[in-house]
């Protein structure tokens, strides 16, 4: 940005040089000196013109990069969030299940205790046991679905920009 402060500089500079020398050239009857003068001013001026725009333009190119970077950020934060939703639903899920595995446990202990063998107890245990293992697999594969997302952004921005031109290094020279 202090690029563009110092052509503008520049161009004010040159628009007050050419001010002046028009001002000259009017006291003195306009020679063919200062008509020299003026068009060397004026070259001048269309110069740093043309530099000016340059300098716009990258600038623009810079903020477009910088947008759609920006963009290509909010699009993984969104992802992570979505995935993080998910996996706080399956930890809840899991952890409902195993208060209901140790309320199943406690009463089959109970009834063990007294000696009385309850089928049905057995087989909830089991069920529960059976989804709290499933429970488990959903938050697991969650979690790896995260990293595998997460690996994935680095090795992305990781990943060489591609070459422009033909001048790339020999795999032998590094």
Known sequence: MSEISEF?????????????AVAVAEESGGGAAASEQIAALTEELENERAASAKLEERVKAIQDRQETHVAGLEQEV????????DHDRAMQNLRQINEELRANNAALREANAQGVGDADLINAGMQDELEALKSLRTADATELSAILTELRAVVARREPAPVADDTQ?????V
């Open 78 to 85: 969104e992802a992570l969030r979505r995935q993080l939703m």
């Open 8 to 20: 503008e500089a520049r161009i004010t500079a040159a628009l007050e040089r050419i001010g002046r």
């Open 169 to 173: 290094v020999p795999s032998g020279e």
